[in-house]
C-alpha cells in the first residue's frame, strides 16, 4: 500500500503544479514554486534516490495534474493466463502499459498485447478499474489508475517486443514471480475469479 510520506509529497506536489497552472499572481507562484522544490525535497530524503531523477521525473508534468492510466490485458487460453517477462526487472505481468494520447482504452490494451506478446487480440469485457494506492504495490511516484480488460486471442503468435524476452501461459496455481510494480498476485487471483465466475460484475475502486 502506499506510504503516508509518498502520499502527502504527491499531495503537495499536485496542489502545486496545479497552483502554477492557474495563479496568475506572481507572489502565489513563488509559494508554488517553494511547495514543488518541498515535495522534490521528501522524496529524495525518503526513497535515497537522487535528486536529478526525481526532477527529471517531474519535470514535464505542467497542467492540472490527474492520475496515469495503466491498461493491462487478461487473456486466458485452456484456464490459463497470457503473461510477459520485462526486461527491465526479469520478472513477469500481463502485457500492458501506460495509455497513449489518442488511443482508447480499448485501442490501448490491443497495441500493448501485440507489442508485447505477439497476439492479435479482441477486447471482450472491462473487469476491473482499480487505484494503485489502495493495492499492495511497491511505491512509486505517480498515482495510477489501473485497468483491466479480458481480451481472446484473434491471431499472431507468441513473440518477444522491445520490452520483453519471454511470453508464457499460465495457471493459477503456478504462477511465476511477478512484476509487484505492474500488477499484484490479488490482482491476478482477481482475474482468474473472473474466469471462474463470467458473471462477475465489474470491480472498481
Keep these: 500500500m502506499q506510504t503516508k510520506w509518498l502520499e502527502r509529497a504527491q499531495r ?3 496542489i ?8 496568475k499572481d506572481v507572489y502565489d507562484r513563488e509559494r508554488y514554486e517553494e511547495l514543488m522544490k518541498l515535495s522534490v525535497e521528501m522524496m529524495v ?7 536529478e531523477v526525481i526532477t527529471d521525473l517531474w519535470k514535464g508534468e505542467i497542467g492540472y495534474p490527474t492520475p496515469k492510466a495503466d491498461v493491462r ?8 493466463i497470457l503473461l510477459v517477462r520485462e ?11 501506460f495509455c497513449e494520447i489518442g488511443l482508447s482504452p480499448a485501442e490501448n490494451v490491443i497495441k500493448e498485447i501485440k507489442e508485447e506478446s505477439g497476439y492479435d487480440t479482441e477486447p471482450s469485457r472491462l473487469l476491473a ?12 511516484p505517480y ?3 489501473k485497468i483491466f480488460i479480458e481480451c481472446s486471442i484473434t491471431g499472431g503468435q507468441g513473440e518477444t517486443g522491445i520490452e520483453t524476452n ?6 493459477e496455481d503456478r504462477l511465476p514471480p511477478l512484476s509487484p510494480k505492474r500488477n499484484t498476485p490479488s490482482q491476478l487471483s482477481m482475474l482468474f475469479d473472473f474466469l471462474r465466475h463470467p458473471e462477475k460484475n465489474t470491480i472498481c475502486d
Design 12 to 14: 503537495i506536489r499536485a
Design 16 to 23: 502545486a503544479q496545479a497552483g502554477l497552472a492557474f495563479s
Design 45 to 51: 530524503d525518503y526513497s535515497q534516490t537522487e535528486i
Design 73 to 80: 490485458g487478461a487473456v486466458f487460453r485452456e484456464n490459463q
Design 87 to 97: 526486461k527491465h526487472d526479469e520478472l513477469w505481468s500481463l502485457p500492458g502499459g
Design 129 to 140: 478499474v482499480l487505484d494503485s494506492h489502495k493495492h499492495p504495490h511497491p511505491p512509486q
Design 143 to 145: 498515482h495510477y489508475y
Design 166 to 171: 519471454h511470453t508464457a501461459f499460465f495457471p
